[in-house]
């Protein structure tokens, strides 16, 4: 009997997930990854992931599936691959995505090491995605959810082929209503809980607020400027500023102004009009490759370059065997380093990478 190592967030999803593979004949552990320290985040609220009620959630489910249950503590990991990496990028005028980094640094590598040495075959999440064998290929095919509102394979595209083939999305051809039936119908206590929507470890109040309690520094001031470098006014820290942004700027001006660039060095931040946030072309690096271990032309095809864009088309090029460089069709607004491009042939995910400063 094959063992299946299942990720346990405390919500609907990974708990209807542990579910169907334990209905599918699977020997089943469920697991809980400890994240990080509740006194150095603040307090848990009702949309975030991995508080305390969480884990007495997912313990509930667990005991009424009749399964082995485990707390997993990876609070140090968390902090140095998505915490540190998180402020890091915001201090450096980066814009982060930790969600993306979590799947890629602890569900799919510190918890997949951690189901090899349990012996287990597969590792089991709640994501709304699909994996599939393609034969002529001779790969492991990462796809979109059939539930198109509920995509996930956006945040999953640094999945490697070792990792896609040890790893099962049994929510993949569902609905959210079809999840919550299921839930219902056996009386989870969960059933009716709301979706995390926040990031995790920011539980209170902005991200900056965050980032300044967390590692306790004063973020100091500097000069917003035009594309010419003429000064227009004092920003309040390039943390507190992400490309695209027009809120919250103070400054006044005839036209409406955004930001189009930060620049750490230089502790500036340079301001816009809305025509100067559109670009053709993007470059990419730390890239995976998933349906081909490499482009060998460049090809026309859709690409995303945030979580809940419609997607685009592109011709998508791999220069070298770390790079892709991307030509939109139509010019794109706001295109941000640090938010991963993930690239889509129909519904499979062709591969994926971090956008680069232009």
């Known amino acids: 009997m094959d063992k299946a190592l299942i990720a346990m967030s405390g919500g609907v999803d990974s708990s209807v997930a542990a579910c169907l593979i334990k209905e599918q004949g699977y020997s089943c552990i469920g697991v809980t990854m400890k994240l990080f320290q509740n006194e150095y985040i603040g307090e848990s609220r009702e949309h975030t992931c991995c508080s305390l ?13 009749n399964i082995p249950y485990y707390v ?19 201090e450096a005028g980066i814009t ?9 640094y602890l569900k799919f590598d510190k918890l997949f090491h951690r189901s090899k040495e349990l012996n287990c075959n597969y590792v089991v999440t709640g994501h709304y995605a699909r994996v599939e064998y393609d034969e002529t290929l001779n790969r492991y095919l990462l796809k979109k959810a059939l539930d198109t509102d509920k995509d996930q394979s956006y945040v999953l595209y640094a999945m490697t082929q070792e990792q896609l083939s040890h790893t099962l999305f049994p929510l993949g051809e569902l609905t959210k209503p079809e999840v919550r039936k299921i839930a219902e119908k056996h009386s989870f206590i969960n059933a009716k809980k709301h979706d ?4 995790c470890f920011v539980t209170g109040g902005k991200y900056t607020d965050f980032i300044q309690q967390y590692t306790s520094k004063r973020y100091p001031e500097g000069n917003f400027v035009d594309i010419n470098g003429r000064v227009l006014g004092t920003h309040k820290g390039i943390i507190h500023y992400t490309i695209g942004q027009r809120r919250g700027l103070n400054i006044s001006s005839t036209e409406a ?9 230089n502790n500036t931040v340079t301001l816009a009009s809305e025509n100067e946030l559109y670009t053709k072309k993007l470059v990419a690096k730390d890239i995976n490759m998933i349906s081909t271990p490499f482009l060998e032309k460049p090809e026309k095809l859709k690409v995303k370059v945030r979580y809940r864009q419609p997607e685009q088309p592109a011709t998508v ?13 139509t010019p794109q607004r706001a295109v941000t380093s640090g938010q991963a491009v993930v690239i889509y042939n129909g519904d499979i995910v062709v591969g994926g990478g971090t956008i680069q400063r232009k």
């Open 317 to 329: 090029e791999q220069t070298d065997t770390d790079t892709l460089e991307i030509t939109f069709d």
């Open 72 to 90: 997993f503590n990876f609070s140090d990991r968390f902090r140095e691959c998505v915490i540190d990496k998180f402020v890091r990028a915001y």
């Open 96 to 104: 982060p995505n930790p969600c993306i980094d979590c799947n890629r």
């Open 257 to 265: 102004l955004y930001v189009s660039a930060i620049d750490s060095v």
């Open 196 to 199: 995390s929507q926040d990031i």
């Open 53 to 65: 009620e969480d884990v007495e959630d997912a313990r509930s489910v667990a005991r009424q599936l």
